[in-house]
DNA sequence: AAATTAGATATACAATATGTATAGTCAATT
DNA sequence: AATTGACTATACATATTGTATATCTAATTT
């Protein structure tokens, strides 16, 4: 009765291959529907031509299945990018790029805007995402540290690095995509955070 | 087999005391629960002490339950202050004034949180939110165009409408809300929208 | 007083979803 | 040849929205 268990490079490589598909058929399916009510593991599931059982051995759960679709989309999301943005000497030219390179992201993948609306039917989901998010508030908070004088106080330190959180969010990008191209929400949010800094500098 | 019919003051009183209940059952529930996931029509039922037939019978469906939820919010809330704030002779006076009015009333009854949760899980419900967000945005339109310049262009006056507008939203005061007193995100919103008006205005 | 009516109830049913349980299939591996 | 990993087939439990039908009760009409 004992386990001997094996390693297979051809059965993992064909057990990755259809878990890639159902996450491919997951993000199609959420980035052509309006809204996340329709989404179901059964319409996955025969998108991807398999079992619903294979879904839930792949991925555990429903909430199993939409965090691995969107760390998929942030896995090829162009947040690499990131890291030069912050290297920038100027602190308000890097904070210009970050809000772009933002705005890409959230615009790259209509997925994403189901996936946020998953949030609200799954809290474990939403507390998924929201840890995800955390790392952008870092850069936000190191870029506003940089641009702050020593005078300027800690609420409003506070203040700005919550407002400008709250700008390069995906609430608020989709709240100003609606008719506008993705650069013009991309300056909007740009000039509304160097407006969120401006009375930390002086 | 003719219907005779019959309006009755008791009746009709009685199942307005009725419908009442259920309302400020489900007001309850939304504002205890921290999310919409748990929210269904018979703990609601439960809790009013009726059948899950009679919210039916009142409400047409859960959708319509959380409309009369919403509205009930809406009636007491507050945003009958809105003439007197539009009525100010300084326009930026009267933009604080609106996102002041705005900010009370997001943080009046959690339950407005839950609400718009439950917009992610049926689009037809969102739609009846979101018609009911367009007043505010014909108010922030109004402060905008009083605000402006003639030389200010149309672009710039719609992206600080929409600015405003999204500043002035409901997932905007959500998101800055966490630890902080309501007057303070008060004055952080009202900041931005200044911010946001600001270049119009020369 | 008797018939009718509005509102609520009781009960049942249909349709979806998520999630769990068990046994079976088939090819890769030992 | 036996075992194992991934997937399948089928069934089941549970929860939810929504519909259908018959019944009950108190208010109203004739």
Redesign the interface.
Known sequence: MKKRGYVSSVRSAAAAENRDRVIEAAAKLLRED????RFSLDTVAKAAGVTRLTVYNQFGSRRGLLEAVFDGIARQGGLHEIADAMAMPDPLMALDRVVEIFCSFWARDAAIGRLH???????EF?EALLERNERRRKLVRMLTERVAAKTAAR?ARE?AV??I??LT?Y??FA??N?G?PTN?VC??VQ??CR??V??LSR
Chains 1, 2 share one sequence.
């Open positions: 309006a809204s996340i009510a609306e998953a949030m609200a039917t799954d809290p939403a609420r203040g919550d407002m959180f709250a969010s609430p608020m709240m100003l609606r506008r013009e300056h909007l000039t509304a407006a969120a401006e009375p």
